[in-house]
């Protein structure tokens, strides 16, 4: 008895499936999102660290120059790190450059999301940090940790970043919705959520370092070693 065209399509999907489930890093679409987070987070790193740090800083910003006298070094170097944070300290040119950039994080938010996923027989581990393990598990479960539990916060920033530099791209979403983007990038609300962003703000940088780490260690230590389970 021959099997039908459909059936051997459907046995193939079912196929693609369980190894999804069960050994992800086997398939193609893994190992090139794979590659692709790696590389644009290595090549965005730097940036990506500069702009966590600066954006957790100037949570504070309306604070800061209310306390500070208008001509003071406090209040200059908050202005410094605003245009900065926001232009890169090139007007136009700086605030494109900055929302490919915050295009970067997004796509690397999505690209993370997708190879997060370690397996059935793992998924337990990758919402957790094995502090006695070694330093390079110890990275590579705080990145994946990070990333988890972090994913929305980050994702936030990245489309909101992405809306401060091409804000005609978000036009139909109307008044009140990119209202709320802008509060929610910088969060602010109230003293509390302002607080939380400041320090949630600082995840990027550490998915930073620990990605630059686990790139390096790959390249140099352990060329060409396995992913770790």
């Known amino acids: 008895m021959e099997t039908s065209p459909s059936t051997v399509a459907r ?9 999804w489930l069960h050994h992800p890093e086997s398939m193609l679409l893994h190992r090139a999102l794979f590659q692709l987070h790696l ?14 740090v600066s954006g957790s800083i100037i949570v504070f910003r309306n604070e800061l120059e209310v306390s500070a006298d208008p001509h003071s070094r406090l209040f200059r170097a ?14 136009d040119a700086g605030r494109r450059l900055n929302g490919i950039g915050a295009t970067c994080l997004t796509l690397l938010c999505l690209t993370g999301a997708v190879i997060w996923w370690p397996g059935v027989a793992h998924w337990r581990r990758s919402l957790t940090v094995n502090w006695r393990s070694s330093l390079a598990r110890i990275n590579w479960d705080l990145h994946n940790v990070l990333g988890f539990w972090c994913f929305l916060f980050v994702m936030v920033w990245g ?11 978000f036009n139909s979403l109307g008044d009140q919705i990119l209202t709320w983007l802008s509060n929610l990038h910088f969060g602010r ?9 400041a320090l949630l703000g600082l995840v990027p940088a550490v998915l930073a ?3 630059m780490f ?3 260690h790959r390249l140099l230590v352990r060329k060409g070693a396995p992913l770790p389970k």
């Open 39 to 52: 590389w644009v987070g290595m090549v965005a790193s730097i940036y990506l660290l500069c702009m966590s």
């Open 159 to 169: 489309i909101s970043g992405t809306y401060f530099s091409f804000p005609q791209l």
């Open 214 to 216: 686990m790139c390096c």
């Open 11 to 19: 046995q193939h999907e079912i196929s693609a499936w369980q190894r």
């Open 78 to 91: 908050v202005e410094w790190l605003v245009d900065f944070h926001a232009n890169l300290l090139h007007g």
């Open 209 to 211: 370092f620990t990605g």
């Open 189 to 197: 609300f109230n003293v509390l959520t302002e607080a939380l962003w």
